[in-house]
């Protein structure tokens, strides 16, 4: 599990592909300390296992679903990316719980100045717009982010200056893809009120919304 604050600004050093999957070299520093072969290691929001180290960075394996499903399929060497170590029991929850776990890549549409602030629009799949709300989170590249806008085909969020220097979010233009991933909260609550039929059909619920606001939800 991860929180969504950023600890570090990385460099793709090597992909190399091997059929639909990669080694990614990655390298870095802060995000070395205390990391051994096999803890988890959020890179652009992706959750990606240590494999070994370098001097200055790391090594991990990307498995071909990962390559397809998120935007490290489109990294090129000396590609910028956001880095978290996984979160310790006793850490800060700053940002909300993400799992590093990508629901979907979405697309900048446009960047708008305004005063202090950067108003960042992105264009997602509507599968993935289902579970966004107008003050609720979202992780953005790994960033854990407020939305301030949704509509049927957008979201937008604010970045205030620190957040655009401590990551790479502002260093993406119009048509760049980003990785999205939704606050698992919706998820499990579309689940429990078998709201997502899939490939079967929805399944009745002894869960209401009238027992969820009884029970503080």
Known sequence: MFTGIIEEIGFVESIQKSGDGARIKIRAKKVLEDSNIGDSISTNGVCLTVTDFWSDGYYSDVMAETMRRSNLGECK?????????????SDRLGGHIVSGHIDGVGI????????NAVWVTIKAPKEVLKYI???????IDGISLTVAYVDSEVFKVSIIPHTGEETTLLNKKKGHYVNLECDVI???????????KGKEEKKKSSISMEFLMENGF
């Not at 060497?77 to 029991?89: D, I, P, Q, W």
């Not at 919706?186 to 997502?196: D, I, P």
Request: hydrophobic share 35%; aromatic share 2%.
């Open 77 to 89: 060497t000396g590609a910028k990316v956001n880095l978290e170590r996984a979160l310790k029991a």
């Open 108 to 115: 900048i549409t446009s960047n708008e100045k305004e005063s």
């Open 133 to 139: 709300v107008e003050k609720g989170s979202i992780a």
């Open 186 to 196: 919706g998820k499990y609550v579309e689940k429990l009120l078998g709201l997502n």
